[in-house]
């Protein structure tokens, strides 16, 4: 079945440490976005990429890097920079313009 | 600055009564409009959409209406069922913009049994 697959759904990282959230889709799709979820704020958008070896900065990429050197994985690293990291994170594909997203099922990453 | 605004929260509604569900944008040059459900802990799923050269998109239960003058839309849930409670994300897209959506926050939908 095709979809998109996030790992790990839990994460728990010690603050000063980086860490790296896996996204991998099997659909096809051209273009991957990150997105982040906090109570009360809905999903905003951290990083997107169109095309392998592009991507671009979204609304809260602060603290936050991504690589696209295959166009199945999509990896968001969040690095120590990032003051509030604790968040469910989301990832979502797209094959063109006049469809919507699919997304995995997310991972809530946990700063302790 | 939100340009996708879903102002209530939470809404509550008696099983097989009709579920109205709102949202407003402000950017004039969105053109394409989802609406998205999700549980907790659980990626959105998609559920149904409208692009800007219609009013109204229908499917089974589930209706979307789009007033473009008043850059609002809606959707209906008729009848609504205990399964249909979740949150329920509008989210828009338009040309130039990376083909990324932007959503609200979400509303928070109870149906009652």
């Known amino acids: 079945d095709g979809g998109i697959t996030q790992s790990p759904k839990y994460l728990f990282r010690k603050e000063g440490q980086n860490v790296t959230l896996s996204c991998e889709q099997n659909?096809?799709?051209?273009?991957m976005y990150w997105y982040r979820q906090d109570p009360g704020q809905g999903l905003r958008l951290i990083y997107y990429s169109q095309i392998v070896n592009d991507f671009q900065k979204g609304d809260i990429a602060e603290g936050y890097s991504v690589s696209r050197e295959k166009k199945e994985s999509f990896p968001l690293t969040v690095t120590s920079a990032q003051k509030n990291p604790t968040a469910f994170y989301l990832c979502?594909?797209?094959?063109?313009?006049?469809?919507?997203?699919?997304f995995g099922s997310g991972t809530r990453l946990t700063v302790v | 600055d939100q340009q996708v605004k879903q102002n209530s929260p939470s809404l509550s509604v008696q099983e097989g009564r009709i579920s109205i569900l709102n949202c407003d944008y402000t950017?004039?040059?969105?053109?394409?409009f989802l609406w998205y459900k999700k549980y907790p802990a659980e990626g959105p799923t998609f559920l149904i959409s409208?692009?800007?050269?219609?009013d109204k998109n229908e499917d089974g239960r589930f209706t979307v209406f789009l007033n473009k003058s008043a850059k609002h839309l809606s959707l209906h849930i008729v009848p609504s069922q205990p399964g249909d409670s979740a949150v329920y994300f509008c989210?828009?897209?338009?040309?130039?913009?990376?083909?990324?959506?932007?959503f609200g926050t979400g509303t928070s939908l109870t149906v009652i049994p």
């Open positions: 409208i692009s800007s050269i219609k």
């Open positions: 989210a828009a897209s338009a040309r130039g913009t990376g083909n990324q959506f932007y």
């Open positions: 979502a594909s797209r094959p063109s313009r006049n469809y919507g997203y699919t």
């Open positions: 659909l096809n799709h051209d273009a």
């Open positions: 950017n004039s040059m969105f053109d394409y």
